[in-house]
């Protein structure tokens, strides 16, 4: 059975279009890259979870803000690696000056045998579209694409 993640991908209406609050992986292997590096705020959904419910808690755990707002379920999205993303469309206006993310453990420098602490979010950011395209990982684009849809139609309505 494929592994399942659920997460919230929030919008606002900026000056130039709707923008979408991306976040950045914490720890040593993404601290230099960006292209196709950020991500939804999303984790795994644990057995006997409801989808939205995890992706709520995952919203909080890696921004330190609860998320509130109507949420619109978007196409479950199946990345290259088999993995299954679920992801709610939310309006909202979140400040992503002061995040506080929750943290994990991994060895570093590798084969070292010391442990590090490293956020599971360094740092969160709002987007225009075609910035949010390059810098979301490849496999969570089709998530992006079917926001846009819906959004789009929402403003010509």
Request: hydrophobic residues 45%.
């Amino acid at each position: 059975m494929p592994e399942i993640s659920a997460g919230v991908l929030a919008w606002r209406a900026g000056a130039e279009g709707p923008e979408f609050l991306l976040v950045h992986p914490g720890g040593p292997f993404w601290a230099n890259k960006d292209e196709a590096a950020w991500s939804i705020p999303k984790g795994l959904v644990e057995p006997e979870e409801d989808g939205w419910t995890a992706a709520r808690r995952e919203f909080e755990e890696e921004l330190g803000a609860p998320m509130v707002g109507q949420a619109v379920e978007l196409p479950a999205v199946k990345t290259p690696g088999g993995k299954v993303i679920h992801a709610w469309l939310v309006e909202a206006e979140i400040d992503v000056s002061g995040i506080r993310s929750n943290t994990f453990e991994m060895e570093w420098p590798p084969r070292s045998g010391r442990r590090a602490s490293f956020p599971e979010v360094d740092r969160a950011g709002w987007f225009d579209a075609e910035t949010a395209r390059w810098k979301l990982h490849k496999g969570q684009r089709p998530v992006l694409e079917a926001a846009l849809r819906i959004i789009l139609g929402k403003l010509e309505a």
